[in-house]
């Protein structure tokens, strides 16, 4: 039986790694009965992360989902990775809830990942909702935090809805500002009681404050607040969820998730105040030809309508694709129609999401997340709609992957097995990509930093039985000149019969950087005839793949054919090409031939204290920096660095920061590498070849 729209809450759990989701997420679990023990993240035992190579980093990697009743809803947690290098899934799960609780550690504040993950929510006008988590542990400071929220994370206002009674080990409940009610806890109960003196003044004064911030969502509620009316907590509650779901503020709460302290209060608010997939309102897509725009509202009786979030890819049991509905229902089987794909699709069991578990399902309605096996066609991002009144769906482009690695066969002849097993794993974590460079003929998967590509390998090895060594990608140079020259090419060849015959004179000179390759006939008189000009093209072309210094494509230059002779007999194409390509060798050889690197360009974001650190390692790569701006509390440094100096950097600046900076990379243009340097490269490169 579907569940009613009204008391559903879809709820993303995000922050910075560490910062203490899953083990709030745990507690959940657990008080709502839905765990008999409470999973902690430092044991490998929970009921949210539960792959093996979550429970080897102690860390999240991929987005647990899981299901909890309370206060007649249900609340369904969404708990994000948050590592930069998981970053892509916790993105597309956004996409799929109503709202966004951001945990912030009480000790170090609001951290680069949580900032990015505050960007997701703005650009999906998610309503946010924020938890000070950590309150028990020594140095925790809630004002500190909450100073910091205010200014590091844009948009909606944050208001406090709680005041926490005690600090750091002395840390025992909090004071409800609403209600005007306090609450303490003692091994895991919560009871009700008085404000403490030493609170009293401080609570006054900040419900006063509250109850303006509150009534700002509300014409009517303000204009009686400042008539001096009494606004009753009912009311207040009503302007609260106003709004949280308009965005106009995000409520900030406190407690300490391992040591019980507040989970309550937070279940309370989440079940009754989060918004509802009806008061989000629809949600727009367009028709087939994207021409026309649409809208779906979540209502039972509209035509069915989803969008596939998540995908699991399993060697047994195939792949699983977890969709958010959001408009119609869907039974517990049948057919629907992938209006991405342009399929129909058949599934035999709908179901729901309970951690590493599916349980069958008899019917989804709007709002609900749920998940079906072995579609043929579907992967993350399709939108799902009724074959007769079909709708598409946007969906939000993956992070750019900023590292890349080369993939070497542990065992001979598993190539094709490496590919099969990787687009299976990149359905489920599209912030992957695999390609093969076809160049240094190496398979290549890219991904958001080392621990991502890493943490793909031990999976594939469990899943599939596939094993690699991850080896650092050839860096793909360019060779060009830098003088003009003019050469003849000859080819004289005489074997008895007919023999071969071709003779071009060409002019070479170099182009301006990332022009290419330019060709030009300047042949007067038919001293080549017009049939045997572009066999001379085709000869330089061919030749100009493998260049003279290292054998890589020479690029940036033009030739113009400006003479030669033919042989009435003995001239042919096959001649003319091999004419041109002896040309183009020799041409190269006296035009001052040089080595190109692809130059990155690059922007890496960091706390202020690491900025010294940064510039300098950026100047050791040979890095050229082009300019610092403010990033909110951090700085952004821009620059450029050659790929070959920048292949590693994901873990460097990880270590170098902490794991508080993150970068960005686009490639930018190819540039000449220094001299002492290109030496190097191309001794280092004819001794692998020999």
């Known amino acids: 039986m579907a569940v009613n729209s009204d008391q559903i809450r879809n709820v993303a759990f995000v922050a910075h790694s560490g910062a203490g989701k899953t083990s709030l997420a745990e507690i959940m679990l657990f008080k709502a009965g839905i765990t008999t023990r409470i999973g902690r993240v430092e044991d490998g035992n929970t009921a949210m992360d539960f792959e093996p190579e979550e ?23 969404v708990d994000t990775p948050g590592d930069q290098n998981f970053f892509t899934d916790t993105k597309n799960c956004m996409q799929a809830v109503d709202s966004a609780l951001f945990v912030v550690d009480a000790l170090d504040g609001v951290r680069v990942q949580t900032e990015q993950g505050w960007e997701f929510a703005e650009e999906f006008n998610l309503p946010v909702m924020l938890y000070i988590n950590k309150m028990e542990k020594e140095r925790a400071d809630y004002q500190q935090a909450f100073e910091d929220i205010k200014n590091s994370l844009p948009g909606p206002k944050p208001i406090l809805l709680q005041l926490p009674i005690g600090s750091e080990a002395d840390f025992k409940g909090i004071v409800d500002l609403i209600s005007g009610k306090a609450y303490t806890y003692e091994n895991g109960k919560v009871s009700q009681a008085e404000v ?19 009534a700002e969502a509300d014409d009517a509620l303000i204009e009686r607040y400042l008539e001096g009316e009494t606004i009753t907590s009912e009311e207040l509650s009503a302007a609260l969820r106003k709004g949280i779901n308009e965005r106009i503020f995000a409520p900030v709460l ?37 021409n026309n725009e649409l809208t779906r509202m979540p209502e039972a009786d509209a035509p069915f309508s989803a969008f596939v979030f998540k995908t699991v890819a399993d ?28 399929s129909k699709e058949r599934f035999n069991q709908l179901l729901t999401i309970a951690g590493k578990e599916q349980k069958p399902s008899d019917g989804a309605g709007p709002g609900a997340i749920v998940a079906v096996a072995k579609l043929k066609d579907t992967t993350t991002g399709d939108t799902l709609c009724a074959d007769s009144d079909k709708i598409l769906y946007g969906f939000a482009d993956p992070l750019p992957p900023l590292i890349s690695f080369a993939l070497e066969s542990k065992s001979k002849g598993d190539e094709d097995k490496i590919y099969i097993s990787l687009n299976k794993l990149l359905e489920e974590d599209s912030g992957l990509k695999l390609d093969r460079n076809s160049e240094t003929n190496e398979i290549l998967l ?3 930093g080392q621990v991502h590509i890493e943490a793909t390998i031990e999976k ?36 008895g019969g007919h023999g071969q015959y071709g003779d071009c004179w060409i002019q070479m000179e170099p182009l301006p950087r990332g022009t290419g390759f330019e060709f030009k006939d300047a042949i007067v008189g038919g001293v080549i005839p017009k049939t045997y000009i572009p066999a001379v093209e085709k000869g330089i072309v061919e030749s100009a793949r493998k ?30 090409k091999v004419a041109g390509s002896l040309a183009f060798k020799k041409a190269v050889a006296d035009a001052k031939p040089v080595l190109l690197e692809p130059i990155m360009e690059v922007a890496v974001t960091t706390p202020d204290e690491y900025m010294g650190d940064i510039m300098g390692d950026l100047n050791g790569r040979r890095g050229r920096v082009l300019g610092m701006e403010s990033a909110g509390k951090y700085q952004q440094i821009k620059a450029q660095v050659p790929l070959a100096e920048f292949q590693t950097y994901a873990p460097d600046l990880r270590s170098m920061t902490g794991g508080r900076g993150i970068y960005s990379m686009a490639f930018s243009h190819y540039d000449e590498v220094p001299a002492q340097i290109a030496e190097k490269v191309i001794e280092e490169l004819k001794e692998g070849q020999e």
């Open 460 to 495: 594939m090895k469990r899943k599939f039985g596939v094993d690699v060594h991850l080896n650092i990608p050839k860096v793909p140079y360019r060779e060009t000149i830098k003088k003009k020259v003019r050469v003849q090419g000859k080819h004289k060849k005489q074997t």
């Open 547 to 576: 260049g003279v210094l290292a054998g890589f494509p020479t690029v940036d230059f033009k030739v113009t054919l400006d003479d030669g002779s033919f042989h009435a007999v003995d001239s042919s194409e096959m001649a003319f």
């Open 55 to 77: 429970l080897k980093r102690t860390s999240s990697i991929s987005t647990g989902i899981h299901q909890y009743q309370w206060k007649k809803n249900t609340v369904t947690v």
């Open 315 to 342: 060697p047994y049991s195939g792949r699983l694709s977890i969709f958010r509905v959001v408009s119609g229902t869907l039974g517990g089987d049948g057919t629907f129609y992938n209006a991405t794909k342009e």
């Open 446 to 448: 890219s991904g958001r």
């Open 196 to 214: 403490p003196d030493d609170l009293k003044d401080a609570v006054e004064s900040e419900m006063e404050g509250l109850i303006e911030n509150i």
């Open 254 to 290: 406190f407690g300490s998730a391992t040591g019980n302290v507040g989970v309550d209060n937070v279940m309370d608010f989440l079940a009754t105040v989060a918004p509802t997939p009806p008061e989000r309102n629809g949600k727009t897509g367009t028709d087939l030809s994207g």
